[in-house]
C-alpha cells in the first residue's frame, strides 16, 4: 500500500522553525521526486519545493527561498523541509507528494504531475 506520511508540523511563533518530514511506504521513493506543497483556508495549494529522486535538483517558490531547505534520505524514504525565519504567512497546511518523472523549469509546480499524496500537517506562525 502507497503512503505519505507528513509530521513535524505545529504552532511556532514568527521567526521560529520547524523541521517537516515525509515518510514513504509501499513504494521505491529513489524513483521519485518530491514535492512540498501547502494549502491555506481560502486558497489554492501551491508549490513549496522540490527535489529530485536522486537530490542533485532542489527547486524552492520564491516565497520561501532562503528560508526553507528541502533534502531526502533515500534510505530511510523519507524526504525533509527544514522551515527557518517562519512567517505569519506561512501558516497552511503542508502536503508532500511523489512524481515519478524528472522536472525541468517550474513544471514541479503543477499538481496533476504527482501520482501521490499524503495527508498533510498544519503548520501555524503566530505569536
Known amino acids: 500500500q502507497v503512503q505519505l506520511v507528513e509530521s513535524g508540523g505545529g504552532l511556532v511563533q514568527p521567526g521560529g522553525s520547524l523541521r517537516l518530514s515525509c515518510a514513504a511506504s509501499?513504494?521505491?521513493?529513489?524513483?521519485?521526486?518530491i514535492g512540498w506543497f501547502r494549502q491555506a483556508p481560502g486558497k489554492e495549494r501551491e508549490g513549496v519545493s522540490c527535489?529530485?529522486?536522486?537530490?542533485?535538483?532542489?527547486y524552492y517558490a520564491d516565497s520561501v527561498k532562503g528560508r526553507f531547505t528541502i533534502s531526502r534520505d533515500n534510505a530511510k524514504n523519507t524526504v525533509y523541509l527544514q522551515m527557518n525565519s517562519l512567517k505569519p504567512e506561512d501558516t497552511a497546511v503542508y502536503y508532500c507528494?511523489?512524481?515519478?518523472?524528472?522536472?525541468?523549469?517550474?513544471?514541479?509546480?503543477?499538481?496533476?504531475?504527482?501520482?501521490?499524496w499524503g495527508q498533510g500537517t498544519q503548520v501555524t506562525v503566530s505569536s
Open positions: 507528494a511523489a512524481a515519478r518523472r524528472t522536472f525541468y523549469g517550474s513544471h514541479w509546480l503543477a499538481t496533476r504531475y504527482y501520482d501521490y
Open positions: 527535489i529530485s529522486s536522486g537530490g542533485s535538483l532542489t
Open positions: 509501499g513504494f521505491t521513493t529513489a524513483d521519485y521526486a
